[in-house]
């Protein structure tokens, strides 16, 4: 596997997108996703995922946040997310905005579901998200991991960026359902 190999995106059919998947030209066919990926010393890099063509297919790597996925189906049988009830996309950010929080691109909401976390808590279509629970947001999928099955039912520090000053809110996400 080379460098070059790494890094590439998954959209899904929910809408998410699954970041830094691997492209591999191992053979997959319907049946063996969830897989191994092994490398050729024999060490597991991945979990086989998707088909992307003809003798391509990708596999989400071993990282920390498999880790915790695959211990969370050895203990619980099941990975519990997050939901706080957002839509948005990745926007560049204004000057304005850039000299104080450190960067070019931002995640601003598009959409807040009605009477979601999000919508309780008062965030509002054009905000954007600045911090999630003390931590940079600066992508779409900044948010989705830090919708992890810790943040289910306790309070949220979400801090915006609207209308030109930063608005500090609380929200409590809930269990994401099917």
């Given amino acids: 596997m080379t460098r ?10 929910n809408g998410r997108v699954v970041d830094e998947v691997i492209q591999t030209d191992a053979a997959l066919n319907p049946g063996n996703s969830g897989g191994v ?10 979990v086989n995922t998707a088909v992307a063509g003809v003798g391509v297919g990708l596999a989400v790597p071993i990282n920390a946040t498999t880790r915790e996925i695959i211990e969370a189906l050895i203990t619980g049988g099941k990975v519990r997310r997050a939901w706080l009830g957002i839509a948005g996309a990745e926007i560049r950010l204004a000057p304005a905005l850039v000299s104080k929080i450190g960067s070019a691109t931002g995640f601003q909401v598009t959409g807040v579901s009605p009477a979601s976390p999000a919508a309780l808590a008062g965030l509002r279509a054009g905000d954007v998200v600045v911090t999630l629970d003390h931590r940079p947001v600066v992508t779409v999928t900044a948010v989705q ?14 801090t915006v960026w609207r209308n030109g000053a930063l608005v500090d809110v609380i929200a409590i996400p809930r269990e994401l359902k099917d």
């Fill in 145 to 158: 991991k830090l919708m992890v099955e810790g943040a289910i039912d306790r309070e949220i520090e979400i």
């Fill in 4 to 13: 070059r190999d790494r890094g590439r995106s998954l959209p899904t059919t």
């Fill in 37 to 46: 990926l092994a490398d050729h010393a024999g060490r597991m890099v991945g």
